[in-house]
């Protein structure tokens, strides 16, 4: 008990130092324990998300891209595809591979929420582990032949829509209040969320999108892409092979494969800021150093009257490592506050920007590796202190310097 008196005195007489220590090794810790859950979350999170596809036929051009535009509604479309096409993939000759195909036109928006023009069957596939997409009370799917429209959760949300509601498209992917259509779409259905980039988008009949007043007549038949589901999954990267080999003019991109490959392009960047953090926790223990070495002079004194009142060497030296353990244990606890800060905000931009959800609240092991490997760190920081301390001369010492 006595010990413990002693380390927290020792602690408030040096509240800058030790406050000033404590925190950036939050920030380390923080840091740390953030980059690498968000990272590895936001991996899982982007990879399972394929709407219940597993593969994005379009014109040639960027994987990703395609991907990001057909299951993300990011990005730029590569190009367009000919109605045949589709008929091609629908065909017999593909039937041993294709279990569905889905088209869907992407050319306009409202309020910068992308409208996506396809078929009533792409709400008929099982987005995630057998959930299929539901509507809120009141609300049903449009029907192909009509000018009515399916609004994600999200979109409902911000721009307050509801059913029995008229929206106007906008021609393009950014919003441009110059470039309205005069036509009027009906609001017959409200998706309830489903935590995927569907929430995020307006959904209209596929003929709506193609023959949408202001678009190229030429073109009317024409499609952006071609979510594909397969008999067996394993097929996708036999029929991707298949098809970008031997045609110039298509791309399919497996959807999970090729997000992990977007990932691994960034995997430099989890390094670069995760040796940030690492050089922040080794400048909190070399702080904790430089603060406990720096304060014995000071404190030899206090060290030799310890002494002769009975006090053991060990006992010193277990002062000295119990302060710096106190110091980097703060730091890790606030540390915990830091990292429900920042994962919770990258969670929010995540969710918002793109419908995809990761939880702060998740575990990963990282949450009890970086607060050990800190503490520990922090703590050996203060065996110097604590060794000068333990050679401290009674004798010498006890009598007040002038």
């Given amino acids: 008990m006595t010990l413990w008196l002693i380390?927290?005195?020792?602690?408030r007489q040096h509240a800058l130092s030790t406050g000033i220590t404590a925190v950036s090794i939050a920030l380390a810790t923080g840091l740390l324990m953030s980059i690498v859950s968000v990272?590895?979350?936001?991996m899982r999170a982007f990879t399972s998300v394929n709407g219940g596809f597993d593969a994005v036929m379009g014109s040639r051009g960027s994987e990703l891209s395609l991907v990001l535009f057909s299951v993300f509604h990011m990005d730029q479309a590569p190009g367009t595809l000919l109605w045949e096409e589709y008929e091609f993939i629908t065909g017999k000759a593909n039937r041993r591979f294709i279990q569905r195909a889905v088209p869907i036109v992407v050319g306009d928006n409202y309020h910068d929420?992308?409208?996506v023009g396809t078929t009533a069957e792409f709400f008929e596939v099982p987005y995630a582990?057998?959930?299929?997409?539901?509507?809120t009370t009141g609300g049903r799917i449009f029907h192909e032949d009509a000018q009515e429209a399916v609004v994600g959760s999200y979109v409902a949300q911000k721009l307050g829509l509801r059913v029995g509601d008229i929206i106007q498209p906008y021609h393009g992917l950014s919003f441009d209040p110059t470039q309205k259509h005069d036509v009027d779409y009906l609001i017959v259905g409200i998706l309830k969320p489903s935590n995927t980039p569907t929430d995020h988008a307006i959904w209209i009949p596929l003929s709506g999108a193609q023959n949408m007043p202001g678009h190229s007549a030429e073109?009317?038949?024409d499609i952006s892409a071609i979510l594909l589901q397969f008999n067996a999954r394993s097929q996708a990267p036999q029929f991707a092979e298949m098809?970008?080999?031997n045609t110039r003019d298509k791309t399919v991109a497996v959807i999970a494969p090729t997000v992990s490959r977007f990932f691994s392009r960034f995997q430099w960047l989890g390094t670069v800021l995760g040796g940030m953090a690492g050089l922040v926790a080794l400048v909190g223990a070399g702080g904790i150093l430089a603060s406990l070495y720096n304060t014995?002079?000071?404190?030899r004194r206090e060290v030799a009257i310890l002494r002769a009142l009975?006090?053991?060497r060990g006992t010193v030296f277990g002062v000295i490592l119990a302060e710096s353990a106190t110091i980097s244990t703060l730091g890790v606890v606030i540390g915990f506050a830091l990292y429900y800060l920042f994962t919770g905000v990258a969670a929010w931009y995540l969710w918002d920007s793109t419908g995809v959800v990761i939880d702060p609240r998740a575990f990963h092991p990282i949450l009890y590796v970086a607060p050990v490997c800190i503490i520990a760190m922090g703590t050996l920081a203060g065996i110097l202190p604590a060794v000068k301390a333990y050679r401290t001369d009674v004798a010498a010492n006890l009598i007040p310097q002038t």
Avoid at 39 to 42: D, G, L, P, V
Avoid at 129 to 135: F, W
Wanted: charged share 40%; net charge positive.
């Fill in 113 to 115: 929420f992308r409208i």
């Fill in 310 to 312: 009975g006090a053991r």
């Fill in 7 to 11: 380390v927290r005195k020792s602690l």
């Fill in 243 to 245: 098809v970008n080999k």
């Fill in 129 to 135: 582990n057998d959930r299929k997409y539901t509507l």
């Fill in 219 to 221: 073109k009317a038949t």
């Fill in 39 to 42: 990272k590895e979350q936001s």
């Fill in 296 to 299: 014995m002079n000071e404190r």
